[in-house]
């Protein structure tokens, strides 16, 4: 396939996705569950995600086939894992650069090269540009179900993106209702917090915002000039639309389209205009995530995260029993909140967290003559105790095991 007819193919798909409003980046999805595509598109047999174009051209083809099913192979790849392509199926072609050497010398042109030759050693640098053929793991029979999309706690992707803004090292500003990054005082503005229908939603339009924060001269330096309806300012937006798409799938903090629709005339304008860009708007965007480290966190992270939270929860409701067995309130009557239950963790069992609190705030215990605590307390602490050392060993074996022996220990960890 010509460059220019690939171009001008994927172009047309975005163009028709825009049209439609199913490009990816069109459709909002929650915080915490897949994309409406099913994630962004990955080979199974390298285990490497497809980048930029690429990644960009095959989320808009899983739409297109009704896909949730982000893997993507080719023919020989499949056959390779016992798959087989249907009859009838049609390929996806993406492309990919190889560096070589192009050599430069009075052979090339007729005349002695001279010192620059003998400078660049062994000849001049070159990218040449192929095209592959692949399949969606909907269109082959025969393939393993895709592997369990891993469940991140809620306080690890909030401080996931918390990281990534600490990274960037923008300052942001509280105030007003508008979200917007003023290039010349180099500062993300965002509402308040509480102005947002949630946290997910807070951390997402920051995270949108810290992409165009990349575009600062002393980072990405992309032109960030002119004003809301110039073509420019359309370009940066869907630079800025994709990589909120790809960051809100890799940490699976969801994504709002918002006011995407004040755009899409001019990016389809601008598609027509110049097929490439898409293309070009999708490496910025890739460029982007890399700018910033983001990457779906490793099944390691996600087995040790979710553990850890799992214990959290039991510890606050071991604690809550405790302090009704013993002191005859709930953490709710006594107006805890569990980030005021963990500050407490560090005294070791929850037993002695109870202690602890009660030393601080002067509360009596039960006396000897007190009556019994009920029998489903001391059932629900029994279970509780349980299902903790049941966490605690499924986490050292995730530990113990790394990588390689990863996906049984995070079956164990998330479901003890």
């Known amino acids: 396939m010509k460059r220019n007819d690939y171009d001008r193919e ?41 980048r930029g174009g690429n990644s960009v051209n095959l989320v808009l083809r899983q739409i297109e086939l009704g896909s949730t099913d982000s893997r993507w192979l080719t023919y020989k790849q499949a056959t390779a894992l016992g798959g087989q392509v249907r009859k009838g199926e049609k390929s996806t072609s993406i492309e ?18 001279g010192d620059d030759a003998k400078a660049s050693a062994k000849g001049r640098p070159t990218l040449t540009v192929f095209h592959a053929r692949v399949f969606n793991a909907s ?33 942001i500003r509280h105030g007003g209702n508008r979200a917007f990054y003023v290039q010349a ?40 000039g002119g004003g809301f309806g110039s073509e420019n300012y359309a370009r940066e937006e869907l630079r800025a639309e994709i990589f909120s798409m790809m960051a809100g799938e890799a940490l699976q903090i969801g994504h709002d389209p918002g006011q995407h629709h004040a755009y899409v005339a001019s990016w389809i304008e601008v598609l027509k205009k110049d097929p490439r860009e898409i293309y070009r708007a999708a490496s910025d965007a890739q460029k982007m ?20 939270a799992d214990q959290q929860a039991a510890f606050v409701r071991e604690f809550d029993l405790l302090l009704q067995r013993d002191y005859y309130m709930t953490i709710e009557d006594a107006g805890l909140a569990t980030s005021d239950v963990l500050r407490y963790r560090d005294a070791g069992s929850a037993t002695d967290a109870v202690r602890e609190y009660a030393d601080d705030y002067g509360l009596q215990a039960r006396g000897p003559l007190d009556p019994r605590p009920s029998p489903e307390i001391e059932q629900e602490l029994a279970t509780l105790r349980a299902q903790r ?26 479901k003890p």
């Not at 179900?145 to 923008?170: Q, S």
């Not at 050392?389 to 790394?402: E, I, M, T």
């Open 389 to 414: 050392d049941q966490l605690k060993s499924a986490l050292q074996g995730v530990l113990a095991a790394g990588e390689p022996e990863v996906e049984t220990h995070v079956r164990q960890a998330v």
């Open 139 to 171: 269109q082959i029979d025969g393939l393993p179900p895709p592997p369990p999309r891993p469940e991140v706690p809620e306080a690890f992707r909030h401080a996931a993106v918390a990281d990534v803004l600490e990274r960037l090292g923008v300052p």
């Open 185 to 224: 005082l180099d500062h993300i503005q965002l509402p308040e917090q509480h102005q947002f229908v949630d946290a997910n939603a807070y951390f997402a339009v920051a995270l949108h915002e810290a992409g165009h924060a990349t575009g600062h001269p002393s980072r990405l330096n992309r032109n960030l």
């Open 96 to 113: 990919y650069w190889k560096k070589g050497l192009r050599k430069t010398s009075d052979e090339d042109t007729g005349e002695d090269a």
């Open 289 to 308: 995530m890399d700018f910033l480290g983001i990457e779906p966190p490793a099944p390691l992270q996600v087995a040790e995260a979710k553990a850890e």
């Open 10 to 50: 994927v172009a047309d798909r975005m163009i028709a996705a825009l049209e439609a409003g199913t490009a990816p980046w069109q459709r909002p999805w929650k915080a915490g569950t897949p994309s409406p595509s099913g994630g962004l598109p990955f080979n199974p047999t390298t285990g490497k995600a497809y």
